[in-house]
Antibody, heavy 117, light 110 residues
Framework: QVQLVQSGAEVKKPGASVKVSCKAS????????MHWVRQAPGQGLEWMGI????????SYAQKFQGRVTMTRDTSTSTVYMELSSLRSEDTAVYYC??????????WGQGTTVTVSS | SSELTQDPAVSVALGQTVRITCQGD??????ASWYQQKPGQAPVLVIY???NRPSGIPDRFSGSSSGNTASLTITGAQAEDEADYYC?????????????FGGGTKLTVL
């Protein structure tokens, strides 16, 4: 079945970086763009960016420009999201979500990132 | 970037019909998608495109759009429909590869 499995929870200090992985299975990895979305505690969903697993092109929300990098490894069907210069406000659950073009139809289970000194 | 505006909270009596709305300039150019999220769970896509339901989504969920407003309608709300609902569309104000979410609507089924 189609699945997105994300890496485990992370605890980071302010100023550090975190890299979250999202491994796809059950479909042709390069045929679907992948979004990254985050949700701070008690808050709504926030779109971070999108990557085309086929060519690797990306587009990021202006808020994260310069701090976020999305990459992919086609040999392992995995996409990555790296966020740098972490601050307490980056404490959130981070999701990857596949899109066939209209909507995000499959989501990862989420990765909790906690930023604390 | 574009913004999508949703009412923070809506309530509906069990078995009745409820409409959840989403407003934004990008909805004049792009369809909204709608997601249901229950506590501690990842969001689930319930409506996409003009009015399409993914496999497994009950037909009591439907979508519509007019001008700058998209709507999610639940006809005959069930207790299990109590959740947060988010709309989402492409951003029409700058980089059209970017997307945006509404702030979410908490639906209470009475």
């Amino acid at each position: 079945q189609v699945q997105l499995v994300q890496s485990g929870a992370e605890v980071k200090k302010p100023g550090a970086s975190v890299k979250v992985s999202c491994k796809a299975s059950g479909y042709t990895f390069t045929s679907y763009y992948m979004h990254w979305v985050r949700q701070a505690p008690g808050q709504g969903l926030e779109w971070m960016g999108i990557i085309n697993p086929s060519g690797g092109s990306t587009s990021y929300a202006q808020k994260f420009q310069g701090r976020v990098t999305m990459t992919r490894d086609t040999s392992t069907s995995t996409v990555y999201m790296e966020l740098s210069s972490l601050r307490s406000e980056d404490t959130a659950v981070y999701y990857c979500a596949r899109t066939p073009g209209g909507g995000m139809d499959v989501w990862g289970q989420g990765t909790t990132v906690t930023v604390s000194s | 970037s574009s913004e999508l505006t949703q009412d923070p909270a809506v309530s509906v009596a069990l078995g009745q019909t409820v409409r959840i709305t989403c407003q934004g300039d990008s909805l004049r150019s792009y369809y909204a998608s709608w997601y249901q999220q229950k506590p501690g769970q990842a969001p689930v896509l319930v409506i996409y495109g003009k009015n399409n339901r993914p496999s497994g989504i009950p037909d009591r969920f439907s979508g519509s759009s007019s001008g700058n407003t998209a709507s999610l309608t639940i006809t005959g709300a069930q207790a299990e429909d109590e959740a947060d609902y988010y709309c989402n569309s492409r951003d029409s104000s700058g980089n059209h590869r970017n997307w945006v979410f509404g702030g979410g609507t908490k639906l209470t089924v009475l």
